[in-house]
């Protein structure tokens, strides 16, 4: 699962972190902006099997980016504004239950 925000350096590498422990799991995270820590490339949308977007503004950019790249690949909005800090206990506690329908734990 692949998390995306604007510039990967507060909410989506937050996620990569929380979830990042689950043996279950291949997580990694990527932002939609040129100044990005990491930026989205065709290479993590084709890998990811889903793509968890922070903001609706997101869903639409990597809709129009990677339109051919997306190839039936669920892109999920969790509605989180950009109000956090990375590993704030608040944002951590909403992706764990926005999350929690998605990836329950095994």
Request: charged share 30%; glycine share 2%.
């Amino acid at each position: 699962m692949l998390f995306v925000c604007s510039r990967n350096r507060l909410r989506s590498p937050t996620a990569e972190a929380v979830f990042a422990h689950r043996a279950d799991l291949e997580v990694a995270s990527a932002g939609t902006n040129h100044d990005s820590e990491t930026l989205l490339t065709q290479d993590l949308v084709e890998w990811a099997d889903v793509l968890f977007v922070m903001e609706k503004s997101h869903r639409t950019k990597v809709q129009r980016r990677f339109r051919t790249a997306l190839k039936g690949r669920r892109v999920v909005c969790l509605d989180i504004p950009d109000n956090y800090q990375f590993m704030d206990p608040e944002l951590v506690r909403i992706l764990e239950a926005k999350l929690a329908r998605h990836c329950p734990e095994t």
